[in-house]
């Protein structure tokens, strides 16, 4: 069965600190994979999918990228974090040509201040 | 006009009750819809999709799909507390897009 794992869980930076956010798919190849980010009390925003390694598509310009080193990483990143960059921070896959369905990580929840 | 959109909530409805939660969206080509279950403080999870006008059953949820009417629903029978969450509507057509989410609020 496929698993998503994210990490860290929580964390806690200072503005202008940088961010590394990692997600890892176990037991499929080649899923398409998501980065969403939830503010508190409010909907789910896509900032990045990926459907290949080195294949990324950006939906909000901001001060945040990804990148696909693996097949089944993705990696969120910034270099100076802002305050409006706290939320709670979602990495989802789904499985490439014609099945939607997406299946979501446990989760990162960032508070920068 | 959003292309999901949903009723932000809180419905609150007594235990044992129908929860009726409703989405409707703008994309005409849309072929997908999905429910999903958000607790306070986790990440989504699937509930159930539907793919075709009607409805599917799955337990205690019915999801409700009428691409005339341009509208999907989701009832819970035998509401319980523990349904107490935030539902999202997600439509795929052109690119899949989520809903805001619904608060259910299942009063003991």
């Known amino acids: 069965s496929q698993t998503i794992h994210q990490w860290p869980a929580t964390l806690v930076q200072p503005v202008g600190s940088p961010l590394s956010l990692e997600c890892t798919v176990e037991?499929?190849?080649?899923?398409?994979l998501y980065w969403y980010r939830q503010a508190a009390g409010r909907g789910l925003q896509l900032l990045f999918y990926?459907?290949?390694?080195?294949?990324i598509s950006s939906e909000v310009p901001q001060n945040l990228s990804a990148s696909r080193p693996q097949d089944r990483q993705f990696i969120l990143s910034s270099k100076k974090l802002l305050l409006s960059d706290s939320g709670f921070y979602l990495c989802?896959?789904?499985?490439?040509?014609?099945?939607?369905?997406?299946?979501f990580g446990p989760g990162t929840r960032l508070l920068v201040l | 006009q959003k292309e999901v959109e949903q009723n932000s909530g809180p419905l609150s409805v007594p235990e044992g009750a129908i929860a009726s939660l409703n989405c409707t969206y703008s994309?005409?080509?849309?072929?997908?819809f999905f429910w999903y279950r958000q607790y306070s403080g986790k990440s989504p999870e699937l509930i159930m999709s539907?793919?075709?006008?009607g409805d599917k059953e799955d337990g205690r949820f019915t999801a409700q799909l009428n691409k005339a009417s341009q509208y999907v629903s989701l009832l819970i029978r035998d509401s319980q507390p523990s349904d107490s969450a935030t539902y999202l509507c997600?439509?795929?057509?052109?690119?899949?897009?989520f809903g805001p989410g619904t608060r259910l609020s299942v009063l003991p």
């Open positions: 989802a896959w789904s499985v490439g040509a014609g099945e939607e369905t997406q299946y």
């Open positions: 994309d005409r080509v849309s072929q997908s």
């Open positions: 539907i793919y075709s006008n």
């Open positions: 990926s459907v290949g390694i080195g294949q």
């Open positions: 037991g499929t190849s080649n899923p398409n």
């Open positions: 997600a439509v795929s057509g052109q690119n899949f897009v």
